[in-house]
């Protein structure tokens, strides 16, 4: 089978809409979508041919969010979209397996403890 190069970018112009569509996503969730896309995604990863995209290289990708100091929330989302958007390049048989890694690269997000209000005993 001959491997085709395919970059990241290829693959999001060939099957993006037909993922988005499918998956029937509200307006606000494909906007925050493209949004990353534009922003973070595709400046990076855009030219690579994705057969050369590896758990280095999208560990790189993140170390350079970190320094961009985004809030780890807005990190988590980005990771889910990037993990989609490899997964949809494993679905199409354009990658063997996704380099986006769970234990290597999710963002942790730290969840503070929201103030409650007191209790009034006898009320």
Same mark, same amino acid.
């Given at each position: 089978?001959?491997?085709?190069?395919?970059?990241?970018?290829?693959?999001?112009? &060939?099957?993006?809409?037909?993922?988005?569509?499918?998956?029937? %996503?509200?307006?606000? #969730?494909? =906007?925050?979508?493209? *949004?990353?896309?534009?922003?973070?995604?595709?400046?990076?990863?855009?030219?690579?041919?994705?057969?050369?995209?590896?758990?280095?290289?999208?560990?790189?990708?993140?170390?350079?969010?970190?320094?961009?100091? &985004?809030?780890?929330?807005?990190?988590?989302?980005?990771?889910? %979209?990037?993990?989609? #958007?490899? =997964?949809?390049?494993? *679905?199409?048989?354009?990658?063997?397996?996704?380099?986006?890694?769970?234990?290597?690269?999710?963002?942790?997000?730290?969840?503070?403890?929201?103030?409650?209000?007191?209790?009034?005993?006898?009320?």
């Amino acid at each position: 089978m001959a491997v085709r190069k395919v970059t990241l970018n290829g693959l999001l112009d &060939l099957h993006w809409s037909d993922y988005v569509e499918h998956q029937k %996503l509200r307006q606000s #969730t494909q =906007d925050g979508y493209a *949004a990353m896309l534009e922003n973070w995604i595709k400046p990076f990863f855009g030219e690579m041919p994705l057969q050369q995209i590896t758990k280095a290289t999208v560990g790189e990708f993140f170390s350079n969010l970190r320094r961009e100091s &985004l809030s780890d929330n807005y990190r988590k989302n980005v990771y889910s %979209l990037l993990s989609k #958007t490899f =997964d949809i390049a494993v *679905a199409y048989d354009l990658l063997q397996f996704s380099p986006v890694n769970k234990t290597l690269h999710r963002p942790t997000v730290i969840r503070e403890e929201k103030p409650t209000l007191p209790v009034e005993k006898g009320v």
